[in-house]
């Protein structure tokens, strides 16, 4: 396993990283083949693990506590996030200063921790002045309870407001950003790389498969595969990704992928890496064969005949417009 820094700051994380999302916490055998993803990863150089308060209502933070508990705590970088609701009341979600400091007791109550490595604004909030959640994530720094903070899904605007805001407010600094980014969203091509390479801010991105799409389990003219999310996910995100573009291009990337003798899996996440300001990539796994799979894709470099085939597959074109 290779290790980048976020970003210009000190902290090393693993190219791979265990994300919680779809990590199935309902009990019996998905809990044990869970755990034994969550294990596998450690004992294969992953030190970065990512959850979120909202995951399953709070028991994916108990869930990976209660596993990483039993390692070294310098050994690994665990995240969360804050920003959906976690209950009915009218403070239960945003980031109002309220519930980010009564959320970060909870989720250090439920990793079994005392600080978190990384904390993220989940999203943005329309309701509460940006003073207000820079100030509280700042302080939280200075309190000791999280090292570093970050954004995750916030647009170019906002996360330059908020760069300005910390520089006039003499804040501890933004540090890492957590979008989504594959071979078929680049959206934080057009402007957010260059903005966190600027101020030195690290990337560790979500959704490398394009949720799913990107493992080859997915073809044209071929059932969609029993059991996979595109059967279960209640949000259809991965159905709305099936149309016949999308598809044309797996058959495409998956020949590419043929060709140099690595997995579809391996080549979308190679191809992500091929970027220096990535720091690392939030991976799903459900399964210990998904992350072996996942894992190979760190250190690999791919060819400049492959990179520019895969762009000439993907086809895709920057936003951009003249002025004047």
């Known amino acids: 396993m290779n290790y980048r820094k976020v970003g210009k700051w000190g902290l090393k994380v693993s190219e791979i990283a265990l994300g919680s999302w779809m990590t199935d916490v309902s009990g019996g055998n998905a809990v044990d083949i869970a755990k034994n993803t969550v294990k596998l990863a450690y004992e294969n150089g992953v030190n970065f693990f990512d959850c979120a308060d909202a995951y399953s209502g709070g028991e994916a933070e108990k869930f990976l506590g ?3 508990k039993d390692f070294e705590r310098s050994s ?6 804050v920003f959906f609701p976690v209950g009915t009341g009218p403070n239960d979600r945003g980031l109002s200063r309220k519930h980010i400091f009564e959320q ?3 989720s250090l109550k439920n990793m ?12 943005y909030d329309e309701e509460t002045p940006l003073e207000e959640t820079l100030q509280a994530l700042s302080d939280l720094v ?26 006039s407010m003499g804040l501890r600094p933004l540090s890492v950003i957590q979008p989504q980014y594959n071979m078929m969203d680049r959206y934080i091509e057009d402007e957010i790389i260059g903005i966190c390479e600027k101020n030195g801010i690290g990337i560790v991105p979500f959704s490398p498969l394009s949720q799913g799409l990107l493992t080859g389990k997915y073809r044209k003219g071929q059932p969609i595969p029993e059991g996979s999310r595109a059967t279960h996910q209640s949000d259809k995100q991965i159905n709305n990704l099936l149309t016949e573009e999308n598809l044309d291009k797996v058959e495409k990337l998956s020949k590419v992928a043929d060709d140099l003798g690595i997995s579809l899996s391996v080549l979308a996440l190679s191809w992500a890496l ?3 300001s990535i720091s690392s990539l939030i991976t799903g796994a459900t399964k210990p064969d998904q992350l072996e799979n996942n894992i190979k894709a760190s250190g690999v470099s791919l060819p400049l005949d492959a990179l520019n085939e895969i762009e000439n597959i993907l086809n895709y074109h920057p936003f951009s417009r003249r002025i004047g």
């Open 142 to 167: 200075e309190k000791g309870k999280i090292l570093y903070y970050g954004v995750s899904e916030w647009s170019p605007v906002q996360i330059t407001e908020a760069l300005g805001i910390i520089k």
């Open 112 to 123: 079994q921790t005392d600080y978190l490595d990384m904390y993220f604004c989940h999203r």
């Open 104 to 106: 970060i007791d909870k």
């Open 66 to 68: 209660n596993i990483l």
């Open 274 to 276: 091929r970027k220096p």
């Open 76 to 81: 690994y970088v665990v995240s969360s996030k």
